[in-house]
C-alpha cells in the first residue's frame, strides 16, 4: 500500500540523505502528532518510518485478544501485491518476539534467524530487518518493523536509535487518537440520548394531541359538522408539524453523505430539505471552501444542524442563511436568522435551551471556536470558525 511521502522529496528517500537530518525527524514528529483517528496515525508512523530510515518496506501491526491483529498497515506494498497477499498475519515468529519483548530486534538476514516461520508466495522477498514494539507503559500498542535497508550495508545502531525515538513519538500520538476515538463514541452516546429526548419531547407529544383532537373530530361529526371541521383542520397542522419534527431528527441521525459528497454538498442537500418543509425561507451559500479534514467537517455539519433547528424552531424567522466561506488560513461557518433573538444578559439560559454548550464543544474539538450575536427583535448569528483545511 505504497502512499504518499510525508516530505517534500521524490518517494524514496527524505531531503538531504538517508535521514534527512532534524528537520525530516521534526516534520514526521508534528505529522503524527496532527493526526486524530487512529487510522490515520497508524498510517503517519508506517510512512514516517520507511522515509526517514531509507527502507524499501515498513509496517504496524495493532494486536488483538485473539493471537491475531486487529490492525495492519503497510507502506512499500502496492494494492494488488497486499490483496494477493491474502489474510493478515498471525502473532508468531519474529512478529509475535517483537510484541513481547522491550527492545528493538536488529537482522541482517530475517531468513536465516530459527525463528522465522516463511511467508505467503505472493509476499516480497525480504532481507535484513529491524523491528521494535511500540509501547505505553507495560502495555504494547503494535509492533513496528522495517525491511531492506536500499543504501548498502544494512540497518545499523543510529537507525536503532532513530526507531526507537520514532516509536516513543508513536505510542503518545497512537494513545491520544484512541482517547479522541472514545471521545468521540461518548459523544455520540450523547447525541443518541439528547434525539431520544427530542422526539419524546416534540413529536410523541404532537402524535399523542393529534390523536386527542382526530377523536374529539369524529365525536363532533355528526352533531356540530363546523366544529368537527375546524378539529381536522388542527389534525392536519399537528400532522404537519410532526412531520417536520420527524424529518429534523431524522436529518441529524444521517451525516452518512459526508462520506461520499463532502460538507458542501450534504449542507447544501439539508438545506434544500428543510427549505421545503418549513415555512421559513432557508438558503445556502458556499465561498472558496471546497473541502476540510473529515473531523473539521462533521463538527461543522453538527454545529449547522444544530443552528437550523434552533432557527426554525425558536426564533419565528422568515429568513435563515447558511453560509460556508474561506477565512484567512481556514473556513468559518454562519448560521443566520431575522427572528426574535434573544438578550446577551440571558445568554446562558439561552445556551442550555439552544444546545450552545454542545457547539462550542464541538467547536473546540477540532480547534475551532464559536461565536454568537443576538438582540431581542435582531435575529441571531451563530458563527464557527476552524483553522487550515
Not at 487510522?39 to 508506517?46: E, F, K, P, Q, S
Not at 505510542?171 to 472514545?182: F, K, V
Not at 400532522?239 to 441529524?252: F, H, N, P
Not at 477565512?327 to 454562519?334: D, E, I
Request: proline content about 5%.
Amino acid at each position: 500500500m505504497t502512499g504518499s511521502p510525508v516530505f517534500g522529496g521524490p518517494r524514496g528517500g527524505p531531503r538531504g540523505g538517508p535521514r534527512g537530518g532534524l528537520a525530516a525527524v521534526s516534520t514526521a514528529l508534528l505529522a503524527m502528532s496532527r493526526r486524530l483517528e487512529v487510522r490515520d496515525v497508524l498510517r503517519t508512523i508506517v510512512v514516517s518510518a520507511r522515509e526517514l530510515l531509507d527502507a524499501e518496506y515498513a509496517a504496524l501491526g495493532v494486536p488483538d485478544d485473539h493471537g491475531g491483529f486487529a490492525q495492519f498497515v503497510v507502506d512499500g506494498i502496492s494494492e494488488e501485491q497486499w490483496r494477493r497477499i491474502g489474510p493478515l498475519p498471525r502473532q508468531h515468529g519474529i512478529l509475535a518476539a517483537m510484541l513481547h519483548q522491550d527492545g528493538p530486534e536488529r537482522l541482517a538476514d530475517v531468513r536465516e534467524d530459527p525463528r522465522f516461520e516463511g511467508w505467503p508466495p505472493a509476499h516480497p522477498e525480504m532481507s535484513d530487518f529491524l523491528g521494535r514494539p511500540v509501547r505505553d507503559g507495560e502495555e504494547t500498542l503494535g509492533a513496528l518493523f522495517l525491511a531492506n535497508k536500499k543504501s548498502p550495508g544494512g540497518f545499523t545502531e543510529e537507525d536503532e536509535e532513530l526507531l526507537a525515538l520514532l516509536a516513543q513519538h508513536a505510542a503518545i500520538a497512537l494513545t491520544n487518537a484512541r482517547l479522541y476515538e472514545r471521545s468521540r463514541e461518548l459523544t455520540i452516546a450523547e447525541e443518541r440520548s439528547r434525539l431520544a429526548h427530542e422526539l419524546h419531547d416534540a413529536v410523541a407529544q404532537k402524535l399523542f394531541s393529534l390523536r386527542l383532537t382526530a377523536q374529539a373530530a369524529a365525536a363532533l361529526v355528526d352533531r356540530d359538522p363546523a366544529r368537527a371541521k375546524g378539529e381536522l383542520q388542527q389534525v392536519a397542522a399537528l400532522a404537519a408539524e410532526a412531520a417536520d419534527e420527524l424529518r429534523s431528527a431524522v436529518t441529524e441521525l444521517r451525516p452518512a453523505g459526508l462520506d461520499e459528497d463532502g460538507l458542501v454538498a450534504t449542507l447544501r442537500d439539508q438545506v434544500h430539505v428543510l427549505d421545503r418543509a418549513h415555512t421559513a425561507h432557508v438558503t445556502f451559500a458556499c465561498d472558496g471552501v471546497r473541502a476540510l479534514p473529515a473531523t473539521q467537517e462533521e463538527a461543522l455539519l453538527r454545529v449547522a444542524q444544530e443552528a437550523l433547528h434552533n432557527a426554525l424552531r425558536h426564533s419565528g424567522g422568515d429568513r435563515v442563511e447558511v453560509t460556508l466561506a474561506r477565512r484567512a488560513a481556514g473556513a468559518v461557518l454562519t448560521v443566520t436568522d431575522d427572528g426574535r433573538g434573544f438578550s446577551p444578559s440571558s445568554v446562558r439560559a439561552a445556551g442550555r435551551h439552544l444546545g450552545l454548550v454542545s457547539m462550542r464543544d464541538r467547536a473546540g474539538g477540532v480547534g475551532g471556536r464559536l461565536t454568537v450575536h443576538s438582540e431581542p427583535g435582531a435575529g441571531t448569528t451563530i458563527e464557527m470558525e476552524v483553522p487550515g483545511g
